[in-house]
């Protein structure tokens, strides 16, 4: 058959496949990313169907995921948020670090996989979804509770380590020297507070620049400008990420609001390509063999969460019922994970079997995080047997 | 009153007042524009007992129903001492003949007697309205009158 025909009807038959499941996720009230991930390792190597001609396409695809992943992140805050949140949660942000960063790094040690990939796994056990935490918040009706802007600011903050974690770890995935390193990381950092001075001072000037009345010349701008910028720190080696990241940070006010509007169905659509493509690369039989590895951090890692969120939320003078909220809404991970884990694949500095016990921890995480976020308060009120109402409160609302 | 600002980065602000009774009564205002009122709960004040959803509209006539309560009972308050005059508040529903008219085209006294005093929108008080004065659905009207006079003119808001 002729390639390009291949191609179509394989993109084709794959994008159906996740419309379908992405149904079913909705359905369940579920995040769709662990069903991508299933969907890319049914059809990929080892898989029931294995695809051949949309991989150069989707490789790219893929690519552009990541960065449109990335520019979104950056247009949800402004660099004013970013500054106070930092100023406000650096404590919890150094101890969520600490506590969730040491299980996959240490599990990676263990397993013999050496320093890169203790590096790497740390990475994807440290970082939350902020994606399906925000949805989780918003659907249990809890976007005015009390413990919900000390989550939040945890989130900014991992968000925020993003922007320095990124390029450390694509530098020492190139394998540069020490020196190098070392230079990478003081380039980025310099970019980050350049890119955060510059949004504070001048960043409705950059958003007067991307912004247009025409959508489609609007559209245009925008990811003209990302994949440009992306491209650019992916050659200074800061990760084309990042550089996604902060360009989405320097647009602000109501040209963020409007670019993340159009955007949002073409992140999820190429979002959507980088899940199924990970899924694609990893084998389904390099999976029983981690199996056991992956539970035990998804217990271990659910646990320190839930303690990080509960101690940042204690600090804030929230009870113990808001406290385990706050802890359990923190446990989901997912597209973060994936894509510290698909940067180390696609260096090829790492065994593949990272890939396989991330997928799996992921797939683990991103079902049980939602779940435990539901079971929290049950679960608290078993523990505690709190009376259901006191005779104080009879006359009040009921609750 | 105090009301607690809290920002709620990548979804917006919320903004709430404590009650004398203990509760947290507020709003998140989300940045796409949407609006959610919130209720804390009674035994546990960190969480909500509710979050909904409202729409402009809607959020707006919630504030005219908190806020007119207030005048309404300090206006029959001073119409005490004139017998047969009382007070009463009229809402200009989507798709009423006046929405988006100006007021004067209700020629309300002249046809019913009664005087509209005040105009309530989005919690804010209009007071004596000029006839030139553009009304919109939503829009709480406070009339006073004879009660004959009121029946007249709720006559005219609904049907012109």
Known sequence: MHTTALTLIELGAILLFLGILGRLAGRIGLSPIPLYLIGGLFFGQGGFIELQGVLEFSEVASEIGVVLLLLMLGLEYTAKELVTGLRQSWLAGIVDFVLNFTPGALVAVILGWGSVAALVMGGVTYISSSGIAAKVIGDLGRLGNRETPTVLAILVFEDLAMAIYLPVLTAVLAGLSFAGGLGTVGISLLVVTLVLVIALRWGNVVSAVVDSTDREVFLLTLIGAALLVAGLASALQVSAAVGAFLLGIAISGATAENAARILEPLRDLFAAIFFVVFGLNTDPSSIPPVLGVALLLAVVTSATKIATGWWAARRQGIGRMGRARAGSALVARGEFSIVIAGLAVASGAVLPELAALATTYVLLMAVLGPVLARLAEPAMQLVERIPKRRPREATGLAS | ?160
């Open chain 2, 1 to 160: 009153m105090n009301v607690i600002e809290t920002p709620l980065p990548g979804i917006g602000v919320r903004r709430e007042i404590l009650t004398g009774s203990g509760r947290r009564v507020g709003i998140v205002a989300q940045r796409d524009g949407d609006l959610d009122l919130i209720i804390s709960k009674a035994g546990d004040p960190d969480a909500c007992v509710a979050s909904i959803p409202l729409t402009p509209d809607e959020a707006a006539t919630i504030g005219n129903l908190l806020g007119s309560r207030q005048l309404v009972a300090q206006l029959t308050e001073e119409h005490r001492d004139l017998p047969g005059v009382t007070t009463r508040q009229f809402l200009i529903e989507r798709g009423s003949p006046f929405d988006g008219r100006p007021l004067g085209d209700t020629r309300m006294r002249s046809r019913s007697g009664a005087s509209l005093v005040a105009v309530l929108r989005s919690g804010q008080v209009q007071a004596s309205p000029t006839p030139d004065f553009t009304l919109a659905a939503g829009d709480l009207l406070v009339v006073v009158g004879t009660s004959e006079g009121l029946d007249a003119a709720a006559d005219i808001l609904r049907n012109g």
